[in-house]
């Protein structure tokens, strides 16, 4: 059942989203960076460890562009997104360092015209001593290129359909540079320049030969076709993103395939007068968040913002280091909404409130209906990451204005795929404003080939939460009866449960995360080695995952983290698909282990 340390999570996915650390000791050593494991780290979980097929590609724009031995890069899909690591890098080096900082920035070759799957490159070049700022940027904007763009960045910037953007015309373009078509299509055995059959990796060839443009552009029809496979078209990228919207909007309230989903009319979402129109995608959760924090601010000014309940870590980070700065109310409770209460009272005014709905890792949950209260009377925002709660369990929407998610969980489950996503509420009251500034702010920078996986992904997600949510509350029951468990955090239980049930739908659960404590951390680690799921970061996944979260979340700031709470022996467990009465025989070998410990 263990994968082996450093392995894809699920196995053998080139794409996964997790990484296997399946003892205690192998996520202290990863936090410590020690050589052991971290050289047999295959992939990470992409907003911390940047990606084989991303880091060949970083590694080719600094061979082109920089200087391999003092210099790295990091990248982007756009301009826009770059601009915002190149600020941020520029603000915290050194002032003579600050020239060194640039962006070069990567078009669609006017040969890669004859379709719309192409993509723009924007990398961020900085001495290598600033790497560590750049990661902060990458880790919690959420903006930098998925894996799969990366691989199919790299074979088009190898076969000349990536070009440097110079602000040459297209004319200027093709007068400056002619095509030579793709290097692994050029030679013998090919028909018009076309290698027959050919599946060869980018750059496999090495034998140039001038081409002329209409040729170019069949060649890079077969680039794309290796690349994607026959059934892939623009239009087919569109609609995936059209059906994935639905179901975020709520319109879609059943397993549906691509063609249903898409003929499948609702008047009503999850809220009156929502459509996938509210609905915006991004390249990540994280990106959901980040960017719904720079919209309000375009929408409404830079004031302070609030961070109410234990966050996950990017959430507060995003919000101390762009933009005013933020108030953080780390336990969430009904005296910090007192203590909101009587500063909004005494003059202090705020942007905007973020929250999740359920927390994480203690899954407790805020009280909305007060928050929404004191925004409508003291003019602030509410943003709500329902993440863990999931919009099948729970309707959140009616007392936010925007509503964020990281899709990569649950909505996907396939743990192969990132994606985020921000929506509006129609009846909100900056909806006017903040649809405004969408339209002008907004881009969709999330790649095609991700966009497929996602819908394909998402096609049982209605299936699967029913499921999940099941063996969720018999697997929390089971924990909560034994004495061996010190505390078991699940919304059902929780003493803000209330809340929770507040907004949960009729038909809806407590969902599939919850966390576990033991009365010392021999019986955690004992638990953790010994319990046999996969073990690695994320949640939501088909699969049973585990990890010792207060570790690989703030594994430098346990102190901290304690403080609210939140024990840096705590286990937390997603659960998945598998066979409740399974699942139970695993736990409770892992409670054996426990028990031995303890004697």
């Not at 088009?156 to 015309?169: R, T």
């Not at 961070?307 to 280091?321: E, H, V």
């Not at 585990?546 to 594994?555: G, I, R």
């Amino acid at each position: 059942m263990l994968q082996a340390l450093g392995g894809p999570v699920p196995p053998n996915t080139d794409h996964a989203v997790s990484v296997s650390l399946p003892t205690w000791r192998s996520n202290v050593g990863y936090e410590e960076q020690e050589d052991w494991v971290m050289s047999k780290m295959q992939l990470g979980y992409p907003r911390f460890f940047v990606h084989p097929s991303i880091q060949r590609l970083a590694q080719e724009v600094i061979r082109r562009h920089g200087d391999p031995n003092t210099e790295a890069a990091t990248l982007f899909a756009s301009q826009k997104t770059a601009r915002i690591c190149h600020s941020f890098i520029v603000s915290r080096c050194a002032a003579d360092a600050a020239p060194k900082v640039r962006t070069v920035n990567f078009i669609p070759s006017p040969h890669a015209e004859a379709t719309s799957i192409t993509s723009t490159l924007s990398s961020v070049i900085y001495p290598k001593e600033y790497a560590p700022i750049a990661k902060q940027v990458w880790q919690h904007s959420g903006n930098g290129i998925s894996s799969r763009r990366g691989e199919f960045c790299l074979g088009a910037l190898e076969d000349g359909f990536l070009v440097e953007d110079k602000g040459f015309s297209t004319a200027e373009l093709i007068a400056q540079r002619p095509c030579k078509g793709p290097r692994r299509y050029q030679g013998r055995g090919s028909l018009n320049g076309i290698t027959r059959g050919s599946a060869h990796a980018a750059g496999s060839g090495d034998s140039p030969a001038a081409s002329n443009g209409v040729q170019d552009g069949r060649e890079y029809g077969q680039f794309i076709e290796e690349r994607f496979g026959r059934n892939l078209s623009p239009s087919l990228t569109n609609q995936a993103k059209q059906a994935v919207r639905r179901r975020i909007a709520g319109v879609l309230t059943a397993d549906v395939d691509l063609p249903a989903a898409l003929e499948e009319k609702s008047s009503e979402g999850r809220v009156a007068g929502i459509s996938e129109d509210d609905v915006f995608l991004y390249p990540s959760g994280m990106s959901s968040i980040f960017n719904a924090h720079q919209i309000i601010m375009a929408a409404r000014g830079e004031k302070k913002s609030i961070c109410f309940g234990f966050p996950y870590i990017d959430t507060l980070k995003i919000l101390q280091k762009w933009g005013p700065g933020c108030l953080f109310y780390g336990n969430g409770s009904s005296e910090d909404l007192d203590d909101l209460e009587n500063r909004l009272k005494n003059g202090e005014r705020f942007l905007a409130l973020f929250t999740e709905a359920p927390g994480n890792p203690l899954l407790k949950t805020p009280d909305l209906v007060r928050i929404r209260s004191l925004a409508d009377q003291y003019d602030f925002a509410v943003v709500v990451d329902e993440t863990v709660g999931n919009f099948l369990n729970i309707n959140v929407l009616r007392y936010a204005d925007i509503v964020v998610s990281s899709l990569t969980k649950i909505f996907s489950g396939g743990s192969n795929v990132m994606g985020g996503s921000a929506v509006l509420n129609p009846s909100g009251q900056y909806y006017q404003s903040l649809k405004e500034t969408f339209a002008r702010e907004y881009e969709d920078i999330y790649w095609a080939e991700d966009a497929l996986f996602l819908e394909r992904n998402s096609r049982d997600f209605v299936s699967r939460i029913d499921k999940i949510n099941a063996t969720s509350e018999d697997i929390t029951a089971m924990l909560k009866a034994s004495p061996l468990v010190k505390e078991v955090y699940y919304p059902k239980y929780s003493p803000t449960r209330p809340f929770y049930d507040s907004f949960r739908n009729p038909n809806g659960g407590y969902g599939g995360l919850f966390s576990v404590t033991f009365y010392s951390t021999a019986e955690a680690i004992a638990f953790y080695d010994t319990l046999e799921v996969l073990k690695g970061p994320s949640l939501g996944t088909n699969f049973t995952l585990s990890s010792p979260y207060t570790l690989l979340a703030h594994y430098g700031e346990l102190d901290w983290a304690k403080s609210f709470g939140v024990e840096s022996d705590l286990v937390r467990i997603s659960v998945g698909l598998e066979d409740v009465a399974d699942l139970r025989s695993r736990v409770q070998r892992a409670l054996d282990a426990v028990e031995a410990a303890r004697k």
